[in-house]
């Protein structure tokens, strides 16, 4: 997968670094080139072209149909549509076909100046030439659940991740170069079936109501913009109000919230929790200079569409075949990658 990268343009540095990376910035023109070689295969691309229900004939599933109507026939369907396609999960609930709750986590995202985590990490006054932007890897245990630091972005921005106009949620990206002056990362706490309990009439889209929930308290929170309610870390873990905030990369802005008073007891204790034992670990790490945003609660689906294992097929639906992240089999560009390429081949092998 690496290699299909580099042919479409990602560094090739990516072939020989222990962790890889393309850049945010340069993923648009990657996409742009692998567009190009799957029309020049004979493939087809739709834009502005949602799917709103699945075609079937004798339980068969033998193309999709369109919100304009339209019937797009085909001799099986690879639905891979990110986890966030919320949509999707309820057509599938509506046509009766099986899901799965699955873990998940929620929690916030923190940032912290660059330099302040190169310091931390390369524990000097400076970061040494030629040595990159500082990452960290940060977990604890609390209360039986894990705290852990994902998605970790040095010398990169926050940015807004909401898919509906009254939410906010938060994400994070690098550039190539991770040359910008911030360090952020998702601190999160794993989601347990109790934390649902207020949703379960949703059946197994529990998850993604608790998720909704969350989203919409820190859009009103933040003023109900794309704004994005933000606290300093140490007030944070002390639970007081910050009269104000350092600067920070997310472009909407924040604004001062007490972000207890949007997170369930469970979630923002273990995190208070979290953020005291990641300052054993790394010592200066839990510092007002600091910001906590939220709300991070895309780290993954809440939802698995289930498959056959032989056949990649849904169970109930031959002809369908969950993919990827959406369908809760992956967890980031490289594993979503292989699960296509698989589930391709296995559809090709199914069709003859």
Known sequence: MLDVLVRHGAPPDIL?????????????????????????????????TRVTDL???????????????????????????????????????????????????????????????????????????????ASYTLVHQVDGRGVFSFCMCPGGVICPAATAGDEVVVNGW???????????????????PDD????????????????RALEHAAFV?????????????VDFVEDRASSDLPRCSYRPGIRPVNLHE??????????????????RTMRGYLTNEAVVVGVETRTSSPVRIPRDPTTRMHPQAPGLFPC????????????AAIDGQRTAAMLADAVG
């Open 55 to 133: 075609a079937l004939a004798s339980g068969v599933v033998t193309g999709v149909v369109t919100a304009a109507g339209e019937h797009v026939a085909g001799r099986g369907v690879i639905l891979a549509t990110g986890h966030s396609a919320r949509d999707v999960f309820t057509l599938l609930q509506r046509r009766g076909l099986a899901l799965e709750a699955k873990p998940f986590a929620v929690g916030v995202r923190v940032e912290h100046p660059q330099a302040l985590v190169d310091q931390l990490r390369y524990r000097c006054t400076s970061r040494p030439h030629g040595l990159p932007a």
């Open 16 to 48: 020989i670094d222990a962790h890889p990376h393309v850049g945010t910035n340069r993923l648009p023109q990657v996409v742009q080139a692998l567009r190009a070689t799957i029309t020049d295969c004979g493939g087809e691309v739709h834009f502005a």
């Open 221 to 233: 929170a933040g003023g109900a913009r794309l704004v994005a309610p933000a606290q300093r870390l």
């Open 174 to 192: 690098s550039p190539s170069s991770r040359g910008l002056g911030f360090a952020n990362a998702g601190i999160v706490v794993e989601v347990r």
């Open 324 to 335: 990827g992240e959406g369908a809760g089999y992956a967890g980031g560009i490289m594993s």
């Open 196 to 211: 649902l309990a207020p949703y379960r009439t949703e059946g197994m889209l529990a998850g993604i109501a608790f998720q």
């Open 262 to 279: 949007l997170l369930p007891p469970a979630i923002g204790e273990r995190l208070r929790a979290g953020f005291r034992a990641f300052e």
